[in-house]
């Protein structure tokens, strides 16, 4: 089946700091990768998306590639913001016929001190 | 307004009682979803409908029901709420059609606590 691993939290920055947070997946086909973003006490926002191999999502200085050869969307950002303190998911979805269901990830804290 | 709203937003139960989360939306999407967030075990999928009639079990179906009242609306009951299906609810919608169907909209939750 598939399935989403994502590096552990939690992850503490200085502001300015570089963000890095590893994605990996597993799927039998060739899925959509997303990231989405959980500001504390709100439902998941999406934060940027990419549908194929090599694709670029952006959104909000975050960046993120599709590599189909390591399999991973790791997400990145040069510099963060105290107001990027959120819980961030690493998610799949299956194109074709699998195309309804999220596969998330258990989500990174990430927390930035000014 | 928000275009997934749930309510209520929070709730406390005690075990035995039966109890309904609801959801609307505004976005005119066919396909809505139930999930529950726990520390540690990111989102799981608890039903999902992708009309008014088909309605499907997810991951973790067990203790729950759900009803598709109108395509704007859909609830989630626990019949007999137990201690451990004390965690955080989302609602999600999507649209079958277009570019942008296999993206999901989340509302801000509800957090049940059973005692």
């Known amino acids: 089946g598939n399935s989403v691993t994502q590096m552990e939290g939690p992850v503490t920055l200085s502001e300015e700091a570089f963000l890095t947070i590893n994605c990996t997946y597993t799927?039998?086909?060739?899925?959509?990768l997303f990231w989405y973003v959980q500001y504390p006490g709100e439902g998941l926002q999406l934060l940027l998306k990419a549908t194929k191999a090599d694709d670029k999502g952006s959104n909000k200085g975050f960046e993120a590639t599709y590599r189909k050869e390591t399999t991973s969307f790791h997400l990145e950002k040069g510099s963060v913001q105290v107001s990027d303190s959120a819980v961030y998911f690493c998610a799949l979805s299956e194109t074709g016929a699998g195309s309804y269901q999220l596969t998330f990830g258990k989500g990174t804290k990430l927390s930035v001190i000014p | 307004d928000a275009d997934v709203t749930q309510t209520p937003r929070n709730r406390i139960t005690k075990t035995g009682k039966r109890i309904m989360l609801e959801c609307s939306q505004t976005?005119?999407?066919?396909?809505m979803y139930w999930y529950r967030q726990d520390p540690g075990l990111g989102l799981r999928l608890i039903y999902y409908?992708?009309?008014?009639?088909?309605?499907n079990k997810g991951e973790i179906s067990d203790g729950y029901s759900v009803s598709r009242q109108a395509q704007a609306k859909f609830s989630l009951s626990l019949e007999s709420a137990i201690p451990n299906q004390t965690a955080l609810y989302f609602c999600?919608?999507?649209?079958?059609?277009?570019?942008?169907?296999?993206?999901?909209?989340f509302g801000p939750g509800t957090r049940l606590t059973v005692t």
């Open positions: 999600a919608t999507s649209d079958s059609s277009g570019t942008g169907k296999v993206e999901q909209y």
């Open positions: 799927a039998t086909g060739y899925p959509s």
């Open positions: 976005k005119g999407h066919d396909r």
């Open positions: 409908s992708f009309d008014v009639k088909d309605i």
